[in-house]
């Protein structure tokens, strides 16, 4: 638990960094000087790379994670595994880049009535795919020797600063829009660059292919697995890509205005994201030497510590939704309120059921998470089908919510009755009752008339009355833990 304590308080600095960054960007950069249009058509640009970038990956990035412990050996250069890694994916990409560019006319005409604003950027979309697929795949390379926190700081701080720059200079007038979004794909290139830099600097850049990687463990066991992790992988992306997709096909506005709404919701994710960066590799270990007793306690530790977190952050941003929207200064985006709710939920359901999702993929019946990802894909799709057309944003948020708390609880329940594990005990519940009664204090107080009061006030009772139920009742030893330590570290 050591090291993912310390990986993941640094993981956590820097991703709450990031999105106080992001918070400036999201909502005092970019929504004023940018239409909601072109806000959306940025997010459709970002989603059909993502998904451009996916299939090209095979999985792969899913690969390292499972396999890599068996290739590491420094020494030899980790016989072969970067080359491999890095091969298989772009000699992928290069079809991939030919069927896009051939469906050319398909995307336009989808989104017809903003063809216009698409057309000339899908060069744009291309290049973004490839930095996308690059990035990732460095990362999963980078996770797998427990180096962590350059790559949250790339993405999370220096990317975002990037952007913001970018966009003040289109904002001043300096450049265009077509400059701006050509910008915007070179903050994408700049942090593969230097994620391939890094590792060179630490000594892990082997790029000489070798004999060997073809006896570690079987080729054809890499790519099958890598098969059923890319099925897998795309309801994951789909919940992130296939909202803005599908509403970009009505409405680009729309597409913005959820975007905005999507980024406010993921303040509720960093913490989650910081732990499951380096839990991954370490579940990956634990399969690797049977340690199943430590992998159940790791479960219900982290499950325990997402739900107070969880809980605490999705009430804190709910009460406070009025002051975040308030600073954007443009009505239409306000629009956004309800989604950012319904997507909160579904954030604070993954929260709530650990890493269920890790402790499957990593696992020998890793196939079995097929079947479920195959059916959230097609629940999303078929709920954003029925939805968005009638209730616009808002369907895609419900769709979003629904999906996302589907598939964990599904596989919450498949790791129980496969392996026997569950993270819940009674202190989830009583640390659910307690963020529910601070919240509903917080609600009730009188309404000040301005806007930084309420959030003085909202954000103060809330945090006073949970943070006072946490530490007195003990339900969360790590929170105690870290108080004390930091208690001590002052004397």
């Known amino acids: 638990m050591g090291i993912v304590r310390r990986q993941s308080l640094r993981n956590t600095v820097i991703s709450y960094a990031g999105l106080g960054i992001g918070f400036v960007n999201t909502t005092l950069v970019l929504p004023r000087l940018l239409a909601p249009a072109q806000l959306g058509l940025l997010s459709v640009l970002v989603s059909l790379a993502t998904m451009g970038a996916l299939v090209s990956a095979l999985g792969f990035t899913n690969t390292t994670m499972r396999y890599f412990p068996y290739f590491r050996n420094r020494e030899t250069g980790h016989s072969g595994f970067l080359p491999l890694l890095l091969g298989v994916p772009l000699a992928v990409f290069v079809v991939v880049v030919g069927a896009l560019w051939l469906g050319r006319p398909l995307v336009l005409r989808w989104y017809a009535h903003d063809a216009a604003m698409l057309g000339p950027h899908y060069g744009v979309m291309l290049g973004l795919a490839l930095c996308i697929l690059l990035y990732n795949l460095l990362e999963a390379y980078t996770k797998s020797l427990f180096h962590t926190s350059f790559s949250s700081f790339l993405t999370d701080i220096l990317q975002r600063l990037l952007i913001v720059g970018s966009a003040l200079l289109y904002g001043a007038g300096y450049w265009s829009f077509d400059t701006f979004v050509l910008a915007y794909l070179g903050c994408y290139a700049l942090i593969s660059v230097l994620l391939l830099g890094y590792l060179a600097v630490i000594g892990e850049l082997h790029l000489r292919p070798t004999r060997a990687v073809l006896r570690v463990r079987p080729v054809g066991e890499l790519v099958r697995f890598g098969g059923y992790a890319l099925l897998g992988n795309i309801s994951g992306t789909l919940l992130v890509t296939i909202d803005s997709l599908m509403l970009g096909s009505h409405s680009f506005a729309d597409a913005g205005i959820y975007n905005i709404a999507l980024n406010i919701s993921t303040a509720l994710a960093v913490p989650f994201r ?98 479920f990802n195959v059916g959230l894909s097609a629940l999303i799709i078929g709920l954003n089908y029925l939805l968005i057309p009638r209730f616009g944003l808002t369907g895609a948020a419900i769709s979003n919510a629904l999906a996302l708390a589907g598939i964990n609880l599904v596989r919450t329940w498949f790791v129980w009755r496969s392996f026997g594990w569950q993270p819940f005990d009674r202190r989830i519940l009583y640390i659910l009752l307690l963020a529910s009664g601070a919240a509903a204090v917080a609600w009730a107080l009188p309404t000040p008339p301005n806007v930084w009061l309420t959030l003085l006030l909202r954000g103060g009772v809330l945090t006073v009355l949970y943070g006072t139920g946490l530490l007195l009742s003990g339900w969360v030893p790590e929170v105690s833990a870290l108080v004390q330590k930091l208690g001590l570290s002052k004397k």
């Open 274 to 371: 910081a732990l499951y960066k380096t839990a991954y590799p370490l579940i990956a270990e634990y399969w690797k030497d049977g340690a199943t007793d430590q992998m159940q306690a790791f479960y219900q530790r982290t499950t325990r510590l997402t739900t107070a977190v969880g809980s605490y952050l999705a009430l804190g941003i709910g009460l406070n939704l009025p002051f975040i929207y308030s600073l954007i200064h443009r009505p239409e985006y306000a629009a956004g309120t309800v989604a950012v709710l319904l997507l909160l939920a579904g954030r604070l359901t993954d929260g709530i059921t650990g890493v269920n999702g890790i402790i499957v993929v990593t696992s020998p019946r890793y196939r079995y998470d097929l079947l």
